[in-house]
C-alpha cells in the first residue's frame, strides 16, 4: 500500500469545502490529488484554497488520468450512480454523499459491485459519527431502556420555504427532502432501532418553486411523514420537513425511545454545524428526567463547544474511509449496504403516498 492515499473529489459545493476537503487533508496520510468541478473557474478557485494540483472539468477524465486510488463523490444525487459504477470499474476505493443513489435499483447495484469489487466503500451519513449520538447508541446497545416500543426521529430545517430553484426539490435529480435530511433519519432508526420492515407516508410539496431555467419543475416533496414498523417489533415516526420556520435555531433534530426498561431522548437545536445536544434518561423506576452528559472518552481530541471538530481530529468519516484503505480492513460503516438500507425505505416511502398503502419491505433472514 502506498504511503498515501491519493483521493480524487467529485464536486465543489459549500459540503466540499466545508467537510470533504478540509477532513481528507487533516489526515496525514491522505493526498487530495485531484478535484473535479462542472465550471473551471470555481473548481480553480477551490483548488487553490487546499493547493490541489489538479483540477478536470469531466469526472471520467479525472478517473482515466488522476492517477488515484480513491474517490469522493460529493454531487447532486443523480449523479452518484454513473460516476460510482465508472469509478468502481477502475478499482477505485468510493466515499459516497448520502443518498447512495436515487433509486433503489441503483442503491443496490451500487453495492453490489462495490462487494464484488472488493474495494472499502462508505456513504457519509454525517450524523453517526457525532458523540452525542454515538453516546446514545451505546446507551441503547447496553440495554438502559430494555425492549423498544415506540419511536420518533424528526429533522426539521427551513431552507425550503424560497420559491428559488433548489436541485433537491426537482424529482429530476433528487427525492426531496425525504432524500435529502429525511434519510439520515432513515439511516438513525435503522443504526439505533433496526431493520425497517413496513412503511406507510404522505408526502406533501407546501413551496411552488421555479424550475432550473425559470420553467415549469417537477416538484419533490419539502415535506414528509412516514409510520413505520420495524423488524423488532417497534413502532416509530420519522419526519423530515424542509418549510419550517425555526426562527434562529436554522434547523432541529430530535430522536425519542420509549421502552420497557425506559425512556431516552436527545435533541439538538443548532444554528450550524457545531452545535451541541441536550440527553435526557428516565428509567422506569423514575419519576423525573435527567440531562445525562457524554462521556470525556467520546470527546477524544475535539471541545464539546465544537463537536464538528471530530471530522478533522478523530478516525471518522473520510479519515476512517482512509484509515479502512490504509489497514486493508472491510468497509467501516455506514458503508453501501447501509445507503442500501435507507434507500429501501425512501422508495417505499415514495410508493406508499403514491398507493395510499402500506408497503413491505423485505429483510434477509
Known amino acids: 500500500m502506498p504511503q498515501k492515499i491519493r483521493v480524487g473529489v467529485v464536486g465543489t459545493s459549500w459540503w466540499t469545502d466545508l467537510m470533504y ?14 478535484l473535479c468541478g462542472r465550471n473551471r473557474g470555481p473548481a480553480e478557485e477551490l483548488a487553490a484554497k487546499y493547493n490541489i494540483p489538479k483540477v478536470f472539468t469531466e469526472y471520467q477524465e479525472m478517473i482515466q488520468h488522476g492517477d488515484l486510488d480513491a474517490l469522493v463523490i460529493g454531487t447532486p444525487d443523480d449523479l452518484h450512480y454513473e460516476i460510482a459504477m465508472q469509478a468502481l470499474d477502475a478499482g477505485l476505493h468510493l466515499l459516497c454523499d448520502k443518498p447512495l443513489a436515487l433509486t433503489l435499483e441503483q442503491a443496490q447495484a451500487m453495492y453490489e459491485k462495490a462487494r464484488a469489487s472488493r474495494v472499502n466503500h462508505m456513504v457519509l451519513f454525517t450524523y453517526r459519527w457525532m458523540p452525542f ?55 438513525m432508526a435503522h443504526w439505533l432501532v433496526g431493520d425497517i420492515e413496513r412503511v406507510n407516508a404522505q408526502l406533501g410539496v407546501f413551496v ?29 415516526i420519522i419526519q423530515a420537513s424542509g418549510v419550517t420556520h425555526l426562527a434562529d435555531r436554522d434547523s432541529v433534530q430530535a430522536i425519542r425511545l420509549y421502552g420497557e426498561a425506559g425512556s431516552l431522548e436527545i435533541t439538538r437545536t443548532f444554528s450550524g454545524p457545531e452545535a451541541g ?26 471541545s464539546r463547544s465544537e463537536p464538528f471538530a471530530v471530522f478533522t481530529k478523530q478516525s471518522v468519516g473520510c479519515r476512517l474511509f482512509i484509515d479502512d484503505i490504509l489497514e486493508n480492513r472491510l468497509p467501516s460503516t455506514p458503508n453501501f449496504y447501509d445507503g442500501y438500507k435507507a434507500q429501501q425505505v425512501v422508495e417505499a416511502a415514495l410508493e406508499a403516498h403514491q398507493t395510499g398503502q402500506s408497503i413491505n419491505i423485505e429483510n434477509p433472514a
Open 208 to 236: 411552488s418553486r421555479q424550475g432550473a431555467k425559470g420553467g415549469v419543475i417537477a416538484p419533490a416533496n419539502d415535506s414528509a411523514m412516514l409510520l413505520v414498523k420495524f423488524a423488532n417489533g417497534a413502532q416509530g
Open 21 to 34: 476537503l478540509p477532513a481528507l487533508q487533516s489526515h496525514p496520510q491522505a493526498e487530495v490529488a485531484a
Open 133 to 187: 449520538f454515538q453516546y446514545v447508541h451505546d446507551l441503547i446497545e447496553q440495554g438502559v431502556i430494555g425492549r423498544l416500543y415506540h419511536c420518533e426521529f424528526q429533522y426539521l430545517a427551513g431552507y425550503g420555504r424560497t420559491e428559488k430553484y433548489q436541485w433537491r426539490f426537482d424529482q429530476k435529480r433528487a427525492n426531496g427532502i425525504l432524500g435529502d435530511i429525511g434519510v439520515h433519519m432513515i439511516d
Open 277 to 302: 445536544a441536550v440527553i435526557q434518561l428516565a428509567r422506569s423506576h423514575e419519576k423525573q428526567f435527567q440531562v445525562i452528559e457524554v462521556p470525556e472518552v467520546y470527546w477524544e481530541k475535539v
